[in-house]
Nanobody, 115 residues
Framework: QPKLVESGGGLVQPGGSLRLSCVASGWNLSLAAMTWARQAPGKGLEWVSKIYSDGGLWYLDSVKGRFPISRDTAKNMVSLQMNRLKPEDTGIYYC?????????WGRGMQVTVSS
């Protein structure tokens, strides 16, 4: 059965770093466009980054240069390296293939940036 397991997240001080990853089993995520999204407390869903099957990348303006997205085909994994974190980056982060309905996403990972 196709599965996507998320890992990472946590509490970090402003300026710190965290790495989020999601590993697929039962399907090849390199064939899909993979997305990272987040939802801050009391706010709507926001797309953060995407990596397309052809290797193309997209970033939300506010994370450009701070959150490089990458894909490891050998591990069937997509990662989001979050650097120079800011309090406004706080939220629940989700990894999902593009086009997957929201109600089929995983539980997400809490990222809290606070001193």
């Amino acid at each position: 059965q196709p599965k996507l397991v998320e890992s990472g997240g946590g509490l970090v001080q402003p300026g710190g770093s965290l790495r989020l990853s999601c590993v697929a089993s039962g399907w090849n995520l390199s064939l899909a466009a993979m997305t990272w999204a987040r939802q801050a407390p009391g706010k709507g869903l926001e797309w953060v980054s995407k990596i397309y099957s052809d290797g193309g990348l997209w970033y939300l303006d506010s994370v450009k240069g701070r959150f490089p997205i990458s894909r490891d085909t050998a591990k069937n994994m997509v990662s989001l390296q979050m650097n120079r974190l800011k309090p406004e980056d706080t939220g629940i982060y989700y990894c999902a293939p593009a086009g997957l309905p929201r109600d089929a996403w995983g539980r997400g990972m809490q990222v809290t940036v606070s001193s």
